[in-house]
C-alpha cells in the first residue's frame, strides 16, 4: 500500500478530535492529514465552530493532522487578521478560503491579511470552482464561481512568495488552465486532485495535463474514508498514463505534501 499524505480534509460531525477517521487513515497507509474548517455560509454543519475542530484534531493527533482555519475576507480585513492571528497562536498552519462567498482575494485592500499570514509562515488553500448551494438558507452568500480560481489568487501569489497557495479540485473544472499556468511559473503554487472536479479532469483526459510539474500536484480527497484503497491503483495507472514515473508518484501521494505540512 502506498504512503500516502491527504491534504484535503474536514472535521466530521460526531467524531471530535477525528480519532474514529485516524483508524481509516491507519487502514490505508494515510500517514497524515490537513485539516481545513469549512464556511459558515454553507450547510448545516452540526458541530459549533468548524475551526476550533480542526484545533481539537490537531491537538488529539500531533503530527498525524495539520490544520488551517477558515476565513472569509468579505466579513472585513481586520476580522480576517484577527483570525488568523488566533488560529494561527493555537497552532494551525494555515487558512482555507472559499471565494464563492463574494470576494476576489486579488483586491489591494486584502493585503494586510496576506501579509499577516507570510509573517507567521502560514499557508493559503483555497476552494476553487463550483460549489452546492446552501438549500435551508437561500440568501446565504455561497452560490457563485467568481473569485474561486486560481489566477483570483496571482497577485498575492506573486507578492508573497513565502506563502504557498493550494488551490483545491485542481483549480475548478472551467478553470484548471489557470492551475498549470500558475503552478509552472509561480514556485509557491500547488494543486490537490480532490473530487468532483480534481478528479474528474483527470478522468476527462482534459488537454494539458502531461505538463503538470511533477512537484506541485497533491493527493486530497474530501474525506474519502474507505474509498482510500482503490485510490491507489486508480490514480497510479492515471498518471502513469499521462507519463508519471514511479517517483512522480511518490512525489503526488506523499513526499510534495511532507515538505508543504514540514514533516521531518
Ligand atoms: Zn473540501
Not at 125 to 130: A, D, I, R, T, V
Not at 171 to 199: H, I, M, Q
Not at 204 to 209: E, I, M, T
Not at 238 to 252: A, Q
Request: charged letters at 25%.
Amino acid at each position: 500500500m502506498i504512503e500516502k499524505i491527504d491534504i484535503h480534509l474536514h472535521p466530521i460531525a460526531g467524531d471530535p478530535g477525528l480519532d474514529k477517521y485516524l483508524r481509516i487513515m491507519d487502514k490505508h497507509n494515510v500517514v497524515a492529514g490537513l485539516v481545513h474548517g469549512l464556511p459558515q455560509e454553507g450547510w448545516e454543519w452540526k458541530m459549533g465552530d468548524t475551526n476550533d475542530q480542526v484545533v481539537a484534531a490537531v491537538k488529539a493527533h500531533p503530527k498525524r493532522f495539520y490544520g488551517t482555519a477558515v476565513v472569509d475576507f468579505s466579513r472585513g480585513v481586520e476580522k480576517a487578521v484577527d483570525l488568523v492571528k488566533k488560529y494561527g497562536d493555537k497552532g494551525l498552519i494555515g487558512i482555507k478560503t472559499f471565494p464563492n462567498v463574494g470576494f476576489d482575494p486579488n483586491e489591494d485592500q486584502y493585503e494586510p491579511i496576506f501579509q499577516e499570514l507570510e509573517k507567521r509562515k502560514m499557508l493559503v488553500f483555497s476552494h476553487c470552482g463550483w460549489i452546492l448551494e446552501n438549500e435551508t438558507n437561500r440568501a446565504m452568500s455561497l452560490q457563485s464561481i467568481n473569485g474561486a480560481s486560481p489566477f483570483h489568487f496571482e497577485v498575492p501569489a506573486r507578492r508573497h512568495p513565502g506563502v504557498n497557495f493550494i488551490f483545491a479540485h485542481f483549480g475548478g473544472a472551467a478553470t484548471y488552465l489557470e492551475t498549470l499556468v500558475l503552478t509552472s511559473r509561480l514556485k509557491n503554487t500547488f494543486a490537490d486532485t480532490c473530487p468532483g472536479w480534481g478528479r474528474w479532469v483527470f478522468e476527462n483526459d482534459l488537454p494539458g495535463l502531461k505538463s503538470m510539474p511533477r512537484h506541485k500536484l497533491l493527493y486530497g480527497t474530501d474525506n474519502e474514508a474507505e474509498l482510500y484503497g482503490m485510490d491507489d491503483e486508480w490514480w497510479s495507472k492515471k498518471l502513469t498514463s499521462l507519463g508519471f514515473t514511479y517517483g512522480d508518484l511518490y512525489l503526488y501521494f506523499y513526499e510534495n505534501s511532507k515538505k508543504i505540512l514540514g514533516i521531518v
